[in-house]
Nanobody, 125 residues
Framework: VQLQAFGGGLVQAGTSLRLSCAASGRTFRSYTMAWFRQAPGKEREFVAAIRPSYSTTYDIDSMKERFTISRDNAKNTIYLQMSSLKPEDTAAYYC???????????????????WGQGTQVTVSS
């Protein structure tokens, strides 16, 4: 599976942005897909994941209030709808895919075999 993330940009605090991640391959629907992000000088962190069953997991509850992960299997694409953006959301956002993941490892980078190149989101105050 090859992944390509796009949709990032420079936005003002309080606005919304939707990231997309397009995947190649005919087995997309069997993959758990996730978004991670990495801010300057910080480690990459889990944002959200969506399973083949469409069930979702978010890093923390407050993130769930502002971010929504979704998938469109017909388009081999996942999305991350972000609202009420804050300067601390500034980061490179990466999509990832795994077809062997289990719930207990959902938040770990090592659980994902495939990664996109990242798309930069910069939120100005």
């Amino acid at each position: 599976v090859q992944l390509q993330a796009f949709g990032g940009g420079l936005v003002q605090a309080g606005t919304s942005l939707r990231l997309s991640c397009a995947a190649s391959g005919r087995t997309f629907r069997s993959y758990t897909m996730a978004w991670f992000r990495q801010a300057p000088g910080k480690e990459r962190e889990f944002v959200a994941a969506i399973r083949p069953s469409y069930s979702t997991t978010y890093d923390i509850d407050s993130m769930k209030e502002r971010f929504t992960i979704s998938r469109d299997n017909a388009k081999n694409t996942i999305y991350l709808q972000m609202s009420s953006l804050k300067p601390e959301d500034t980061a490179a956002y990466y999509c990832a895919a795994s077809n062997t993941i289990i719930t207990s490892t959902l938040r770990y980078q090592s659980a994902y075999q495939h990664w996109g190149q990242g798309t930069q989101v910069t939120v100005s105050s």
